[in-house]
């Protein structure tokens, strides 16, 4: 499974979150992110900063994400929830 999740960071870098959306990514909500044991911290913000820009929000709910191939939307809240534990995890 690290070797999974190494996988993903180094994708991550190249292509972006977009990552996430495919088919075997273990990543699947924001929490799912923050636990990644394989994953720097840094691998741990930039994807969590993506999931969050305005990128992926829904034009007709913005409080909601939506990275292609991640089974549902979520909350911007449940995104800068993440970003908040994985600060209080890191001391950062």
């Given at each position: 499974m690290?070797?999974?999740f190494k996988q993903i960071a180094a994708t991550a870098v190249n292509i972006g979150p977009e990552v996430l959306a495919s088919h075997w990514s273990p990543l699947r909500r924001p929490?799912?992110?923050v636990k990644a044991p394989?994953?720097?911290v840094d691998d741990?913000?930039?994807?969590l900063a993506a999931?969050?820009?305005?990128?992926?929000?829904?034009d007709s709910k913005p409080a909601l994400r939506h990275m292609?191939?991640?089974p549902e939307p979520v909350?911007?809240?449940?995104v800068r929830s993440a970003l908040r534990?994985?600060?209080?995890?890191?001391?950062i």
């Open positions: 690290d070797d999974l929490m799912d992110v394989a994953l720097s741990k913000r930039a994807i999931w969050a820009s305005d990128f992926y929000a829904i292609p191939g991640t909350s911007i809240d449940e534990e994985l600060d209080s995890r890191y001391d």
